[in-house]
């Protein structure tokens, strides 16, 4: 089973940028998967942030990250990344990768914050 291991997260300063990486290990390559961000931020549900598909020619975005952030793969890592640029507190959650539909056990989540 695919085990998702995301990192990157950290502490930052409003309008600072992170990259978040996300590896997957298993027998199970994310090569032909649309994979995806999630984030979740204290009392509120999941999201949904980025898609990206198995080829990486398309990428939409939630509104509300659109223009900041860059959702990319590399398959022969087996690993999705997301480029944070302009980064506000209300982006401050835990960010998570998945299979987008999510149909792969959950990882830890990397924690961003973000300081006004």
């Known amino acids: 089973q695919v085990q998702l291991v995301e990192s990157g997260g950290g502490l930052v300063q409003a309008g600072g940028s992170l990259r978040l990486s996300c590896a997957a290990s298993g027998r199970t390559f994310i090569s032909s998967y649309a994979m995806g961000w999630f984030r979740q931020a204290p009392g509120k549900e999941r999201e949904f942030v980025a898609r990206i598909s198995w080829s990486g020619g398309s990428t939409p975005y939630a509104d509300s990250v659109k223009g900041r952030f860059t959702i990319s793969r590399n398959n022969a890592k087996n690993t999705v990344y997301l480029q944070m640029n302009s980064l506000k507190p209300d982006d401050t959650a835990v960010y998570y990768c998945?299979?987008?539909?999510?149909?792969?056990?959950w990882g830890q989540g990397t924690q961003v914050t973000v300081s006004s």
């Open positions: 998945n299979a987008d539909p999510p149909t792969m056990r």
